[in-house]
């Protein structure tokens, strides 16, 4: 797989339906595979959120969202802005299509997408070969830790695996905007 034991230890983590945190362009993130029903429901049972909310899909590069985001359900011009801002910390509320899960969706007819620049993020989605849930890596409501120092100790007991590597040093998380009018919904 990789030079890496702890990345390959992190990948094989997600294949067998475990749990990971792993380090974004901010804070640490804490996924696993999407598609995994009984992944997803535990993820968001360490992280204390309720499956309404809907969570972000990480990718390494567009191709991993083909088939999950209906890009013609945008506006003219729309899906334009959003490509020619990846790779980079920039999440997208896009209409879904009926492939992803409603355990991601949440309540919603869309889903959260980003395609990551962070070198951590690009290996670990290439070697899962898909993307992956990204969520903050803290209980929810908790301040998120943008250090690995400062991830809390009974979430990483509760996980598979810790992916190697830092975050990218952003101040704060990524903001997420609408893809559809490009409004922005976190700063």
């Given at each position: 797989m990789s030079d890496s034991p702890a990345l390959d230890?992190?990948?094989a983590a997600l294949r067998g339906g475990g749990v990971i945190a792993y380090p974004?362009?901010?804070v640490w993130g804490l996924g696993c595979d999407p598609f995994d029903e009984d992944a997803v429901t535990r993820l968001l049972r360490i992280k204390q959120r309720p499956v309404d909310k809907g969570l972000?899909?990480?990718?390494a590069r567009p191709s991993q969202l083909d088939g999950l985001v209906?890009?013609?359900a945008l506006p003219e011009g729309r899906r334009d802005d959003v490509l020619a801002s990846w790779p980079g910390p920039n999440t997208w509320v896009v209409p879904a299509?009926?492939?992803v899960p409603r355990w991601v969706t949440g309540a919603h007819d869309s889903v959260a997408v980003r395609?990551?620049?962070h070198l951590h993020v690009v290996a670990l989605c290439h070697a899962f070969g898909a993307p992956l849930v990204s969520t903050?890596?803290?209980l929810a409501?908790?301040?998120p830790a943008f250090l690995h120092d400062q991830l809390d100790p009974d979430l990483l007991s509760a996980l598979d695996a810790v992916a190697p590597g830092e975050t990218g040093g952003m101040a704060a998380p990524t903001v997420i905007r609408d893809a559809r009018d490009g409004q922005l919904i976190r700063a």
């Amino acid at each position: 797989m990789s030079d890496s034991p702890a990345l390959d230890n992190a990948v094989a983590a997600l294949r067998g339906g475990g749990v990971i945190a792993y380090p974004t362009e901010a804070v640490w993130g804490l996924g696993c595979d999407p598609f995994d029903e009984d992944a997803v429901t535990r993820l968001l049972r360490i992280k204390q959120r309720p499956v309404d909310k809907g969570l972000i899909l990480i990718a390494a590069r567009p191709s991993q969202l083909d088939g999950l985001v209906d890009w013609d359900a945008l506006p003219e011009g729309r899906r334009d802005d959003v490509l020619a801002s990846w790779p980079g910390p920039n999440t997208w509320v896009v209409p879904a299509t009926a492939r992803v899960p409603r355990w991601v969706t949440g309540a919603h007819d869309s889903v959260a997408v980003r395609v990551s620049a962070h070198l951590h993020v690009v290996a670990l989605c290439h070697a899962f070969g898909a993307p992956l849930v990204s969520t903050s890596a803290n209980l929810a409501g908790a301040p998120p830790a943008f250090l690995h120092d400062q991830l809390d100790p009974d979430l990483l007991s509760a996980l598979d695996a810790v992916a190697p590597g830092e975050t990218g040093g952003m101040a704060a998380p990524t903001v997420i905007r609408d893809a559809r009018d490009g409004q922005l919904i976190r700063a």
